[in-house]
């Protein structure tokens, strides 16, 4: 059987052996799209701001799921992200209040000259 002899819309079948229509073929590929972005994004999420791509991630995933393409991989690496973030701002935080604390402590420079 080649596709010459019974059209191009005999190429892809699901798994019961019924052809595929292309509105079934542009439902997976626009939920395909979707778990692409969320993977891109929770990628993204990790080596820039989390708070900024964690949350795209996370939507793009279940956007994908509601198409019926699992996309796990977008949801686990967004919240890796804001995970990531959450632990840095918390140092972040944590070491701009060492150094006030350190700063308070030092003597008054004007009190050491008199």
Not at 4 to 26: C, E, I
Not at 82 to 94: D, E, K, P, Q, S
Request: charged share 10%.
């Amino acid at each position: 059987m080649s596709i010459s002899q019974h059209g191009p819309h005999h190429a892809y079948l699901n798994f019961d052996q019924q052809p595929v229509t292309m509105g079934q073929m542009r439902w997976y590929m626009e939920g395909m799209r979707h778990a692409r972005l969320a993977t891109v994004f929770g990628i993204l999420a990790i080596f820039s701001l989390g708070a900024l791509f964690g949350p795209l991630a996370i939507a793009r995933s279940k956007k994908a799921e509601a198409f019926g393409v699992p996309a796990p991989e977008g949801r686990v690496l967004g919240w890796i992200g804001i995970g990531l973030f959450t632990l840095w701002l918390v140092f972040f935080i944590v070491y701009l209040a060492l150094i006030f604390a350190f700063l308070g402590s030092l003597p008054d420079s004007s009190r050491i000259g008199a």
